[in-house]
């Protein structure tokens, strides 16, 4: 039976969406499961074993491009039909990817109006479920595929199925461009975030590159931006055992993670993708919530924000500070905080 799943992005979104895969996938041998996502995030849904095909899709690039958006749709709706999909299951509850999955024809089910993040987008669907809000994404996630896909909800803890893509990425060829910077100890610090008041300062990544310096090991600065790139390489002036890395592709990232002693990173996707990995490290929650978003592993710590404002939940920091570029609840967590959190993760490093 073939089902077609919508989750178009973001990357941490995405990856909370495999540990419903992995229940899928298990309870469910009889689904072939095809995937409709972005395509900068296409790498990390080939990763599970248990997607058959990756339907990579950019909704944002031809809506930039008006011209070309029609004839887009038109050649994915042509491709989605000739599937001929059991049904179609919408685990992004908006509107775009409700509508997107109307081109496949077949039935599309998703989340009803007081679970969907958009909840005119239920009006949608054939069929709806309610999952209710207030829990960990990875949870609302798995309680959808269990209601939608009819098989009892797993017990047993989360699970994102990468570890043969994790031993897989440890031989991979991918790791070449990176040199010799994989032959000593490094910690990755993830410091690029879609939000600015997510950001950690600059100062607080230089204070924390000294006890790492002690205990033998560099920081790896990736970025995705040029913005992000101009921080790595004035964190790394100023610290000599601080690398500002090149650009890289999801995957050959992916192939650092797996090598790399630990991660410091605030709630962005490349923190995300190293716990999935199995990667050992520290989360730093400002403005958003831990207990939300989070990575729910044994081997990765989470610090939220002491300040009474947070979470938040907001993009923008609504308090006086912020005009002078202050994000209170980021400058609460101190770089000592995070080193102890730290510190006996990579007592316990293999």
């Known amino acids: 039976?073939?089902?077609?799943?919508?989750?178009?992005?973001?990357?941490?979104?995405?990856?909370?969406?495999?540990?419903?895969?992995?229940?899928?996938?298990?309870?469910?041998?009889?689904?072939?499961?095809?995937?409709?996502?972005?395509?900068?995030?296409?790498?990390?849904?080939?990763?599970?074993?248990?997607?058959?095909?990756?339907?990579?899709?950019s909704l944002r690039v031809h809506k930039e491009r008006w011209r070309g958006l029609a004839a887009a749709l038109r050649?994915?709706?042509?491709?989605?039909?000739?599937?001929?999909?059991?049904?179609?299951?919408?685990a992004q509850g908006?509107?775009?990817?409700?509508?997107?999955?109307r081109l496949g024809g077949s039935p599309l089910w998703g989340l009803d109006a007081a679970s969907a993040r958009e909840p005119g987008a239920s009006r949608l669907y054939h069929r709806r479920f309610r999952v209710a809000w207030g829990q960990p994404a990875i949870s609302r996630n798995r309680q959808l595929f269990a209601q939608a896909l009819d098989y009892p909800l797993p017990e047993t803890p989360s699970d994102y199925g990468l570890q043969v893509a994790a031993a897989r990425l440890r031989?991979?060829?991918?790791?070449?461009?990176?040199?010799?910077?994989?032959?000593?100890?490094?910690?990755?610090?993830?410091?690029?975030t879609s939000w600015e008041n997510k950001e950690w300062r600059e100062d607080y990544w230089r204070a924390l590159a000294t006890p790492l310096k002690q205990a033998g090991l560099r920081l790896l600065l990736p970025a995705g931006s040029a913005r992000e790139a101009a921080r790595a390489r004035r964190i790394a002036e100023q610290a000599d055992n601080v690398v500002a890395l090149p650009p890289a592709t999801l995957l050959e990232l992916a192939a650092l993670i797996v090598r790399a002693d630990a991660y410091?990173?605030?709630?962005?996707?490349?923190?995300?993708?190293?716990?999935?990995?199995?990667?050992?490290?520290?989360?730093?929650?400002?403005?958003?919530?831990?207990?939300?978003?989070?990575?729910?592993?044994?081997?990765?710590?989470?610090?939220?924000?002491?300040?009474?404002?947070?979470?938040?939940?907001?993009?923008?920091?609504?308090?006086?500070?912020?005009?002078?570029?202050?994000?209170?609840?980021?400058?609460?967590?101190?770089?000592?905080?995070?080193w102890t959190a730290l510190s006996p993760l990579l007592e316990h490093r293999s």
């Not at 050649?75 to 919408?90: N, T």
């Not at 991918?174 to 990755?188: S, Y």
């Open 264 to 338: 410091v990173g605030m709630d962005t996707g490349l923190s995300y993708l190293a716990g999935a990995l199995g990667l050992a490290g520290v989360t730093l929650y400002g403005p958003t919530a831990s207990g939300r978003f989070s990575v729910a592993e044994s081997r990765q710590a989470t610090l939220q924000s002491s300040e009474p404002c947070s979470p938040c939940g907001k993009s923008r920091c609504a308090l006086p500070e912020a005009k002078n570029g202050l994000i209170v609840c980021q400058q609460s967590l101190r770089p000592e905080q995070v």
């Open 75 to 90: 050649d994915l709706r042509r491709s989605l039909r000739s599937e001929r999909y059991e049904h179609i299951l919408d």
């Open 94 to 101: 908006l509107y775009k990817s409700a509508l997107l999955g």
């Open 1 to 57: 039976m073939k089902i077609l799943l919508l989750r178009l992005s973001s990357m941490g979104d995405v990856l909370h969406t495999l540990p419903a895969v992995t229940d899928m996938w298990q309870a469910r041998p009889d689904l072939c499961l095809h995937w409709l996502v972005e395509p900068a995030f296409a790498p990390i849904a080939q990763l599970h074993p248990g997607v058959t095909r990756v339907i990579p899709f």
């Open 171 to 192: 031989k991979d060829t991918l790791a070449q461009p990176w040199g010799e910077l994989v032959q000593q100890p490094f910690v990755l610090g993830f410091h690029g």
